[in-house]
Every structure is written in structure tokens, then in C-alpha cells.
């Protein structure tokens, strides 16, 4: 029974684009994917994931692609999924079945950021943070939360290094299970 479900994950995150994974099955695209070295039919896309979370009640958590993706295909996927009206996105997922917008809160700014999906050191991955979410805001009545890819472990330093990015003070940090108080006045950013 869980309570929320991420997908993509993995690897897998910051290779896939998402608009392969809609429409009918049989016409979808298939790529090669990257990281298993062989065809991915994409027969489980954005309308069978959301579905599958509906099942067992969970909410949907997407991950966009950060790695070979971009901010636009991010935006794009925002729009199908929580778009309203006669937009581009929010009329093509009506015409693939689902007038009503899926309403999608929880997004993840790419995955295994630091390894697969980018290679980022923590002041890079932080600036593509931003550069996403500067466009990934509030959709179709839903304010997205914007979800960051921590570190591979226990590495407080590379947290502390990607939080520096957003605060002007040090933060209270929790890694891992282990509570890491590093204090502080939490400050973000002003948002565009």
C-alpha cells in the first residue's frame, strides 16, 4: 500500500522520453535503451503508470529526464499531465483517452543525478535544478513539488554543496537515516 509511486527510476530516468510512452502501443516508438542494450518497446508509458497507481492508490511521482532530455520536454510532460483547455499537450492526452488532466504534484528533477543521469557534481546539478525549475511551476490548477536527486549514500558534503546553491545559509540535513544538523535560517531562492 504505498502511498506514492516514482517512475521512471533508475537509469532508466534520464534516457527515456516520454513521449514515446503515449498513444496507442502498436505505434509507439522503440529505441534501444542506452543502459540494458536492447529494444525498449515503451508499452508501459505515462497513461499505463498513472493507471497502475490508481490501483493500488498511490500517487504518481515522475521523474523528467535531466540527462540527454531537456527543460522543453520537461514542460511538455507537465502540460499533458496536468494541462486544461484546448492547449497542445492537454488535447492530446484527450484524444489518447483521458479528457480530465491527471493532476501529477510530485516531480523529480531527474535521477542518480551524481552517477547515470548526468554525472553532475553538486554545484551543476544545482543550476539544472533551477534551470528546470524556473519553468516547472504551477499547471492546470496543480503547484508541482520540485523533488532533487540527493547523492549515491551517505554524503552529507555533496548535499551540503547542492543545498549551498539555493540558501544562503547552511541547512538542517537529514542523509540516509542519520541526522546531520549543519543549522541555519532556511532562505530560498525567489522564484521567476
Known amino acids: 500500500q504505498p502511498s ?10 534520464d534516457a527515456y522520453h516520454w513521449e514515446d510512452g503515449i498513444g496507442p502501443i502498436d505505434q509507439r516508438t522503440k529505441r534501444k535503451n542506452h543502459w540494458w542494450g536492447r529494444e525498449e518497446p515503451n508499452t508501459f508509458g ?5 493507471g497502475w497507481g490508481k490501483l493500488l492508490s498511490a500517487e504518481p511521482y515522475l ?16 502540460e499533458y499531465c496536468n494541462g486544461t483547455g484546448d492547449t497542445k499537450y492537454a488535447a492530446l492526452r484527450a484524444r489518447h483517452g483521458h479528457p480530465e488532466p491527471f493532476g501529477v504534484r510530485w ?4 535521477n542518480e543525478n551524481w552517477g547515470c543521469g548526468g554525472n553532475f ?14 519553468y516547472l511551476g504551477p499547471f492546470g490548477g496543480v503547484t508541482p ?7 549515491a549514500g551517505h554524503k552529507p558534503d555533496w548535499t551540503r554543496r547542492f543545498l ?9 540535513v537529514y542523509g540516509a537515516g542519520r541526522p546531520g544538523a549543519v543549522g541555519g535560517e532556511r532562505r530560498p531562492l525567489p522564484r521567476s
Open 4 to 13: 506514492i509511486i516514482r517512475w521512471p527510476g533508475g537509469c532508466f530516468a
Open 46 to 50: 505515462t497513461h499505463e503508470y498513472i
Open 63 to 78: 521523474s523528467v529526464n535531466v540527462g540527454t532530455g531537456s527543460v522543453s520536454e520537461a514542460l511538455n510532460w507537465l
Open 107 to 110: 516531480w523529480g528533477i531527474g
Open 121 to 134: 557534481c553538486p554545484g551543476d546539478y544545482a543550476r539544472e535544478f533551477k534551470r528546470f525549475a524556473t
Open 145 to 151: 513539488y520540485l523533488i532533487a536527486c540527493g547523492p
Open 164 to 172: 549551498a546553491q539555493f540558501y544562503s545559509t547552511p541547512q538542517h
